[in-house]
């Protein structure tokens, strides 16, 4: 369906996103220790942004691991199946759990990053960083992504289960 390829580009790019984001926080964590074991300084702005960086990375990361596959599954019996029968789980799972799990995420995490906007939520600790609603509203970002994979995958599955190659 075209609707999901639009969808799992969209996912591959946030999940690119992801990867660079892992080379920032690395960076950052590294001037973090520098700061702090070399010259006895500490920032709560550093430390705070590792935090958030690092959560980005999950947030933007998960729908690029499952779009490749890649996430964790305990194969013991799974992978000793037929390619339809694998197709049948992957497909029950997502509609029992992975796609109600990112409705719900959205649900709740939209009014939680919505009212950290409305109140100008900012770090509590002096010297930290201002608009936590943004680093709140990825988590929202992250569902979607999650949900739009999740649909895909769903998908793939089915036509799987149907006995297709997806070509994935």
Do not use: N
Not at 43 to 71: I, P
């Amino acid at each position: 369906m075209r609707v999901l390829r639009g969808g799992e580009r969209i996912v591959r790019l946030f999940g690119e996103l992801a990867a660079a984001l892992t080379v920032v926080l690395v960076f950052v964590t590294v001037v973090d220790v520098l700061l702090r074991y070399l010259f006895r300084a500490g920032s709560v702005a550093v430390q705070e942004a590792e935090w958030h960086l690092f959560g980005l990375v999950v947030l933007l990361g998960v729908a690029e691991t499952l779009r490749r596959d890649e996430h964790v599954r305990v194969d013991i019996i799974y992978a000793r199946l037929a390619p339809a029968k694998q197709g049948l789980i992957d497909l029950l799972g997502s509609l029992l759990f992975l796609i109600p799990f990112a409705v719900v995420g959205i649900w709740t995490s939209a009014s939680f990053a919505a009212r950290a906007y409305r109140f100008g939520e900012r770090s509590v600790d002096p010297g930290g960083l201002p608009f936590r609603f943004l680093i709140k509203g990825a988590i929202t970002l992250g569902f979607l992504l999650l949900l739009l994979e999740g649909l895909a995958f769903a998908w793939r599955a089915f036509e799987r289960a149907r006995g297709k190659d997806t070509g994935q």
